[in-house]
């Protein structure tokens, strides 16, 4: 099993739609979640940060699951700039270091 | 005010070549990391080194080498270079949680 896995997609959507990414990890003693965001032939940035009472950012909700080890990204009003990949991440303690595990992403193209 | 930087950003090279990939970042952290992204886009870490040293390796061939001569600089010095080595390379630093890319580096094995 993959340490952190994510909706296979691809999404294609119409702009102004609202759509969810699901991803869950395995490892139970992971400490920190993330979303990031890649576009094409980039580098990932960091899109938002997820807490465990949930939080928003603008049009993005994150939300978190501990019990379940569940993460989940909401997109309302999807725009034409929000294709690109999201990432999944999870930090957890490798031996001394701390560690960003990457899902495989999520690719998410808005249609006009 | 490039945060991360790498050079080259594309490299192309035949088999059995030996090589090196730049990577500098100015915005003082403590941490810096080498990450593969392979054709299917799957970001895997390879090292990471902290104040200079090697916190992290994974299970990578010992082919490929670290080398951090100060704290803003990492290099991938890659040996004996394989038709699986093509992929993409990121270099990243963080102080704390947020990881900073640079703009990555394709390499083709030819």
């Known amino acids: 099993r993959k340490e952190v896995e994510q909706d296979p997609g691809p999404f294609n959507v119409p702009e102004g739609a609202t759509v969810a990414f699901n991803c869950t990890y395995s490892?139970?003693?992971?400490?920190?979640f993330f979303w990031y965001r890649q576009d094409c032939r980039k580098e990932p940035k960091l899109l938002m940060s997820?807490?465990?009472s949930g939080n928003e950012d603008g049009r993005f909700t994150a939300q978190l699951n501990r019990a379940s080890q569940y993460i989940s990204l909401l997109i309302r009003d999807s725009k034409l700039s929000d294709s690109a990949t999201y990432l999944c991440?999870?930090?957890?303690?490798?031996?001394?270091?701390?560690?960003?595990?990457f899902g495989s992403g999520t690719q998410l193209t808005v249609l006009p | 005010d490039t945060a991360v930087s790498q050079t080259p950003k594309y490299l192309v090279t035949q088999m059995g070549n030996d090589k090196s990939i730049k990577c500098e970042q100015n915005?003082?952290?403590?941490?810096m990391y080498w990450y593969k992204q392979d054709s299917k886009k799957f970001l895997k870490i390879m090292f990471s080194?902290?104040?200079?040293?090697?916190?992290i390796n994974e299970t990578v061939p010992n082919r490929f080498s670290p080398k951090s001569p100060d704290k803003a600089h990492l290099n991938l010095h890659i040996n004996s270079l394989e038709l699986g080595d093509s992929a993409v390379y990121f270099c990243?630093?963080?102080?704390?949680?947020?990881?900073?890319f640079g703009p990555g580096t394709r390499l083709t094995v030819t």
């Open positions: 990243a630093s963080s102080q704390a949680s947020e990881q900073y």
């Open positions: 490892n139970s003693a992971s400490q920190s």
């Open positions: 997820v807490y465990s």
């Open positions: 991440v999870v930090k957890s303690l490798s031996g001394s270091a701390r560690q960003l595990t």
């Open positions: 915005l003082g952290h403590d941490t």
């Open positions: 080194y902290n104040n200079k040293e090697l916190i």
